[in-house]
């Protein structure tokens, strides 16, 4: 019995960090998508959101940001985007610092353009922006999300 504890052990302490690097590399795989295919690409810390009821049934939820660095798009300070979502969707934001990809009507406005378009906070993500900054700067967005 002991031995099969040991074992055990064994396998989930060298599979752990396996999985952290398989985890963290679909996480940058996935942002790096974001940043071909949006307008504007920072990183931001969330302050505040809102949530209306719109007339569709569905709910209009306002995310109000500190911006702490752009990589893509106009450098702001401050920003606040809309994310629609179906009606009665948990309104879920933490502290923490994490990384946005959002598009820009033709008003000015940023939206969130869905699914994978927010990422967390990771020495992954932020090794390949201080190599890749240049050029996610100048990536051009005509063919992405935001139509």
């Keep these: 019995m002991k031995k099969i504890f040991i074992i055990v052990f064994a396998f989930l302490a060298l599979t752990k960090p396996v999985l952290a690097n398989v985890t963290e590399s679909l996480e940058l795989n996935g942002f790096k998508v974001a940043s071909e295919n949006v307008q ?4 931001v810390k969330i302050t505040k959101v809102e949530a209306f009821q719109e007339d569709d049934n569905s ?4 995310y109000y940001a500190d911006v702490l660095s752009t990589y893509k ?9 809309d994310m629609y979502v179906e ?3 948990d309104v879920i934001f933490n502290s923490e610092p994490v990384y946005i990809a959002l598009c820009v ?32 700067a100048t990536i051009s967005d005509s063919i992405g999300w935001c139509k």
């Excluded at 504007?40 to 990183?43: E, M, Q």
């Excluded at 353009?113 to 992954?124: C, H, I, N, Q, V």
């Design 73 to 81: 798009g106009k450098p702001i300070k401050s920003l606040n985007y």
């Design 105 to 136: 009507d033709e008003s000015g406005n940023f939206y969130w353009p869905g699914t994978g378009s927010e990422f967390k906070s990771s020495l992954a993500i932020e090794s390949w922006l201080a190599e890749h900054k240049k050029e996610v």
């Design 87 to 89: 009606a009665g969707e």
């Design 59 to 62: 709910e209009k939820h306002v």
């Design 40 to 43: 504007f690409l920072a990183k």
